[in-house]
């Protein structure tokens, strides 16, 4: 571009003009990023050593930095009190996370399909109402979905926290621009030269194209869906089949809190998250850097 | 967003597909004819049916509540409110004070957060061993449940032998009279806005990175000619070839940050209050909106302070937008 370009550096002043991604981190990078880490990390370990410690390690002065034994003794407090239902309302998570996310990638990678390859009127209309839709605050219309629930007869039951979120725009514009690109339109075209059907090119072309990214999508909504609050919480709170987030604001509310009980039962309550971020973290972060966007 | 390229005039071109079947029975050209002609909604209507039923519906049927007498303890105390919810709230204290709280702790939990996952999104933005592994090692936050880690800080800020006031004990503050972290506006809102600042700057640093690494190289190259080092670069080069990114942050934060909830309800020593401290110190509107519609069981004036809450956020956003425009471009 410029006479630099061509130039030969001397090589002590090598990083000049390079991209930042072709220089080599020196060890002021890794000093900030391990501090970051450390400070990222920090309150899920310290979660854990509580959880496992008798009731003196939370205020203790200086703070303990280690675990103690009565992770066990903890847990099984917080798994048979009473009026929490800790042990339900995992499984409830579980059950909601799984069908919410289920159905998004089903739906979500049809319509997604739809936008992408096949031609009908009104497509890029549709799809920049889909885009729209994206910045709607979800507070909005809380009070009338309450009372619409309500009218359905679902208040206060799972369903409740489900249906609402079975499909999502996020998941139809990032499906839409995944095949896009995956799927070749030659591919499309052919097969339907030999006669097949809209639903067997999704099911025999599509779908076998776009696992990654059923894998991103299926684990960012497995993610937000388990950590959903304030709707479970209208919705479920004072049922006896809370989710485990609605559970966890039950263990800590009262006159007298029990912090390792607390802290036991929000540590069982984060484990599987950490289990899907240590199996599919790379996933988690492509789908974010291609454009995920929060809740 | 490249929202159209890819997409030819609809009616332009037929598909090719409509001359394909070659065996030419009735039959099946009834059902190709449906398949190319109706399956494509078939496919969208999901999204569109549910949008419709619980995304839609709900706004425009909460603005008539909002007109509405409609309370949860007492059903027979209906019919039309007029304006009589919306006066109502441009009187009350509590609102103006959850307005107050909603910005400040927004504040306070927004820019520090953008700025650091600036920064953090500029180390991770060079060649690294193990690279994979910072970047998912940033997002532990992100998938960590907001319910959980707050009620972890809710036990770091106790005032009573808390972390954060040891911490400041060891550089010599309140160590007589240790800070009471839930006591003060100013002191719940740093509390709070540390926990959303934990959450999202992974997050944000991620977005930031995908933006930084598209930028073309030689801008970089041209930059060298007057000598710009690290520092530089970042500011001069880096930030102002991310705009797009940065507006989309901004306002991702601005929507995120006025609908606050989560910690502001856990922060509480009694959650089921939800009153944001024994005097409202940090009571923020969507926790304000929670305790109207579900403990004070008025149905109505919620779904009016919903309505407040959405024209502010519109307004923020879109200032927001514009000025992050103009800070962060300079150019055009």
Known sequence: ?295 | MSLTRNAPPASATEPAHHRSPKSGYKSRNWLHRFDNKRVPYLLISPFFLLFALFGLFPIVFNGIVALRNWRLDDPTLTGWAGLANFERLLHDEDFWNALVNTFGIFILSTVPQLLIALMVANLLNRKLRATAWWRVGVLLPYVTPVAASTLVFAVIFARDNGMANWLLSLVGFGEDAPLDWRAYKWSSWIAIATMVNWKWIGYNALLYLSAMQSIPKDVYEAAAVDGAGPWRQLWRITVPMIQPVLVFTVVLSTIGGLQLFNEPMLFEENPAAASGGSDHQWQTIAQLIYKVGWKDLNLGYAAAMSWALFLIILIVAALNALATNRLGGGRR
């Open chain 1, 1 to 295: 571009m410029t006479a630099t370009a061509s130039r030969r550096r001397p090589r002590r002043r090598a990083d000049l003009g390079r991209a930042p991604q072709d220089t080599r981190g020196g060890w002021r990078t890794y000093l900030g990023l391990a501090a970051f880490l450390a400070l990222s990390a920090f309150p899920l370990y310290w979660m854990f050593v509580i959880a496992t410690s008798d009731d003196e390690a939370v205020s203790q002065i200086p703070p303990t930095v280690v675990p103690g034994g009565e992770l066990m003794n903890n847990l099984h407090e917080v798994f048979t009190l009473q009026q929490v239902y800790f042990a339900a309302s995992l499984i409830n998570s579980f059950i909601v996370s799984a069908v919410v996310t289920a159905s998004t990638l089903f739906f979500c990678s049809m319509a997604g399909f739809a936008f992408a390859k096949l031609r009908f009127p009104g497509r890029d209309k549709l799809m920049i109402v889909v885009i729209l839709t994206l910045t709607i605050p979800n507070q909005l219309g809380i009070v009338a979905l309450y009372i619409l629930m309500g009218k359905f007869g679902w208040n206060g039951t799972l369903v409740s926290v489900i249906v609402p979120f079975l499909v999502s725009a996020f998941g139809v514009f990032y499906m839409r621009q995944f095949i896009m690109h995956a799927v070749p339109d030659e591919l499309v075209e052919s097969a339907r030269m030999d006669g097949a059907l809209t639903m067997r090119v999704y099911w025999s072309i599509v779908l076998p194209a776009i696992r990654p990214a059923l894998a991103v999508l299926g684990l960012l909504t497995f993610v937000a869906t388990w950590n959903e609050f304030q709707w479970p919480l209208i919705q479920l709170n004072g049922t006896p089949f809370p989710t485990s987030m609605v559970a966890l604001s039950d263990l800590a509310s009262g006159n007298y809190v029990i912090y390792r009980r607390v802290l036991a039962g929000a540590f069982v309550a984060t484990v599987p998250l950490l289990v899907l971020l240590l199996l599919g973290g790379r996933q988690i972060v492509r789908g974010i850097m291609e454009g995920a966007v929060k809740s």
